[in-house]
């Protein structure tokens, strides 16, 4: 899944971004409250620019031996909002924004992915305005929102199509319906498809949408209202796409995250004609998981993987008939700080990546975690640092190569698995 990182304006609550050591506990579950251990941050526009703690920088192997690579760095210094790589290619495109006192210098850049390096600036403002990578849809369609700022907290946003992203330039504008009501959200990982599964809400009364889109093409489908009870921010909405059935399937929280309260739910909708069903999913007393913080799905397979907010834990669904079963983390003992965030998946061998900020295997830093859709540990890869508590996560099942934020926000870190 997509999001679009740091907007005050779209979340429930602020993002809070802390570069941290892990910590064990002895205890079998955690104060359900995260610790508060964010860096102070500056908002400009409807931007969160965070100061950064000093984080320890990548060792070379991971506790399973295999490598962490290369740190590919933006070529202006500023905090990433967003990267993609190219499932089927070299390829990967970042957004770049920095506060610089006087206003915001932002910019959109294409990367390697086996060089490690910035291969081009395709795009670079120096006002008030910034960059969000939205994601690399199939066929190497690159998508970045811009955002123009007009005032405290009032920006008019366009969207921009590289198509291809190997092109390193922009090629056209993409006009999603309603577009002047509506903030996206998140759009679905798919390289696979040009349907896009797209969740937003509209600016007015906060309202969720979803509609299917290709992205290359800009057209668009039917638009779906949805539950504001069940898909509104408050329930943590994650977005990913089956598109084997052509469904956009949601992990969510039907009481907000509450402690003790409801299991979270698996929704799935017909992107052609909304039609939509779920089953509630894995009960973990005696907190009840809180919080979806990361989802993807396996199309080859129709397995889907979360990971909770309050128990550390990973769960895993056949979306066909809402049996899921769920594993801890390694070394969690069910605590929350060390709880999971975002989920990525390979679906040509089969596997589910967890990134956790704040690690319970190896040295102290992050751990991305592997494992089989069986719940199966298979590796935990470990001797880097994750940037923030809610770090992106992408993989190339071609090359078996991943990429996660930090160790700083201008930066983005290899693994090979």
């Not at 971004?17 to 941050?41: D, E, G, H, K, M």
């Not at 069903?277 to 889907?304: C, E, H, K, M, Y």
Request: proline share 6%.
């Amino acid at each position: 899944m997509r999001h679009i990182p740091g907007r005050t304006v779209r979340s429930a609550a602020v993002i809070a971004v802390a570069i941290c050591a892990a910590v064990s506990t002895a205890a079998s579950f955690a104060n359900p409250i995260r610790p508060s251990t964010s860096p102070p941050a500056t908002i400009i526009g409807d931007r969160i620019f965070l100061r950064e703690y000093a984080a320890v920088a990548p060792g070379r192997f991971s506790e399973s031996g295999l490598s962490i690579g290369k740190i590919i760095h933006t070529a202006d210094g500023g905090q990433i909002f967003g990267f993609s790589v190219d499932e089927n290619g070299d390829d990967g495109l970042l957004a770049s924004a920095q506060d610089t006192g006087s206003g915001v210098k932002a910019s959109v850049e294409t990367f390697s992915q086996s060089t490690g390096t910035i291969t081009k600036v395709i795009a670079r403002t120096n006002t008030m305005d910034d960059f969000v990578d939205l994601g690399i849809a199939a066929g190497d369609v690159g998508l970045i929102e811009h955002e123009h700022v007009t005032g405290f907290l009032k920006v008019t946003r366009s969207f921009h199509i590289l198509n291809p992203v190997t092109g390193n330039a922009f090629t056209g504008l993409w006009t999603p319906p309603s577009r002047s009501n509506l903030l996206v959200e998140q759009i679905a990982d798919n390289q696979s498809t040009t349907q896009a599964a797209v969740f937003g809400i509209t600016k007015s009364t906060d309202a969720p949408r979803l509609f299917a889109s290709n992205i290359a093409a800009n057209t668009f489908g039917p638009v779906f209202r949805l539950n504001p009870n069940l898909y509104g921010l408050a329930d943590g909405p994650q977005l990913a796409e089956d598109v084997a059935t052509g469904q956009a399937v949601f992990g969510l929280s039907p009481d907000g995250g509450s402690v003790g309260g409801s299991p979270p739910d698996i929704e799935m909708i017909d992107l052609s004609t909304g039609k939509q069903t779920g089953f509630q999913g894995v009960r973990i007393p005696p907190f009840n998981s809180g919080f979806v913080n990361g989802l993807a799905v396996d199309s080859t397979t129709g397995i889907a993987c979360t990971t909770t907010e309050l128990d550390a834990s990973v769960e895993f669904y056949v979306l066909a008939t809402g049996a899921g079963t769920a594993v801890q983390l390694p070394g969690s003992n069910g605590n929350q700080f060390n709880s999971g965030e975002g989920v990525a998946v390979d679906p040509i061998h089969h596997l589910f990546f967890v990134i956790q900020p704040n690690g319970t295997v190896g040295p102290p830093g992050s751990v991305v975690d592997i494992f089989d859709e069986h719940g199966n540990l298979q590796t935990s890869i470990t001797g880097f640092t994750a940037f923030s508590v809610t770090p992106e996560l992408a993989v190339n099942p071609n090359t078996r190569v991943g990429f996660v934020s930090g160790p700083t926000s201008d930066a983005i870190t290899e693994f090979a698995y």
